[in-house]
């Protein structure tokens, strides 16, 4: 009789599978595809950020110097439209109200500095209204011409007050009726009537970033 201890012998089938595990992946240890998969998907946003920030600042420098060249001698109504507001709400419509505050904020500045505005307010004014317009555009209402010329509308009627209250705040020796009548309503219908040119560039200018990522494939 043999006393010898026996030693058990592990099942074939359990010895494979644990020879076959993988070990697991350390940090840092994804293979170079997978690094310069990464590193692409980056400069492509980067990169289409940058082309679509410069697309903003060549609109905004163009419609900068029509209304400060242009109509400053062609005035409709006798006034100097605003061509800049309705810019604004126009990429805040389309890129959503980060875009919006921030272009608003920079061409109210720009249309300061060249002059082409009494009103003095207008980052008050412009960086709300592409905030407020881009936040609408997400959560309430969609995108369409009816939209447009809404929140157009309304921006116009915030900008004939800040008009009238910096008039009244300015000009000591005007009436409240002779500057409705013969500043505020001019300049509010002069807005109002080139108000669909800016946002007609902008649909067109930043159209091709924002095709579906199977339309850019295809």
């Known amino acids: 009789m043999n006393n010898n201890p026996r030693t058990?012998?592990?099942?074939?089938?359990?010895?494979?599978?644990?020879?076959?595990?993988?070990?697991?992946?350390?940090?840092?240890?994804?293979?170079?595809?997978?690094?310069?998969?990464?590193?692409?998907?980056?400069?492509?946003?980067?990169?289409?950020?940058?082309?679509?920030?410069?697309?903003?600042?060549?609109?905004?420098?163009?419609?900068?110097?029509?209304?400060?060249?242009?109509?400053?001698?062609?005035?409709?109504?006798?006034?100097?439209?605003?061509?800049?507001?309705?810019?604004?709400?126009?990429?805040?419509?389309?890129?959503?109200?980060?875009?919006?505050?921030?272009?608003?904020?920079?061409?109210?500045?720009?249309?300061?500095?060249?002059?082409?505005?009494?009103?003095?307010?207008?980052?008050?004014?412009?960086m709300p209204a592409g905030y407020v317009c881009g936040l609408l555009t997400i959560y309430y209402f969609r995108d369409s011409a009816a939209v447009r010329a809404l929140y157009t509308g309304i921006s116009s009627l915030a900008r004939a007050l800040f008009t009238l209250i910096t008039l009244v705040m300015t000009v000591a020796d005007i009436s409240l009726v002779t500057a409705v009548t013969d500043i505020v309503l001019p300049e509010l219908a002069a807005n109002l009537l080139f108000a669909a040119i800016p946002h007609l560039a902008a649909y067109l200018a930043l159209r091709p970033f924002n095709k579906s990522r199977d339309a850019k494939v295809q």
């Open 8 to 126: 058990p012998v592990r099942p074939r089938e359990s010895a494979d599978r644990e020879v076959q595990q993988p070990s697991p992946r350390e940090p840092g240890s994804e293979s170079l595809t997978d690094r310069f998969r990464e590193w692409r998907l980056a400069l492509n946003m980067d990169g289409e950020a940058i082309a679509k920030g410069a697309v903003c600042a060549l609109l905004i420098a163009l419609f900068s110097l029509i209304q400060t060249t242009l109509f400053t001698r062609f005035r409709p109504f006798g006034a100097v439209p605003d061509l800049i507001l309705p810019l604004v709400i126009a990429i805040a419509m389309t890129e959503r109200e980060r875009w919006g505050a921030v272009v608003g904020l920079i061409a109210a500045f720009v249309i300061e500095s060249l002059g082409g505005s009494r009103l003095t307010l207008l980052p008050l004014l412009y």
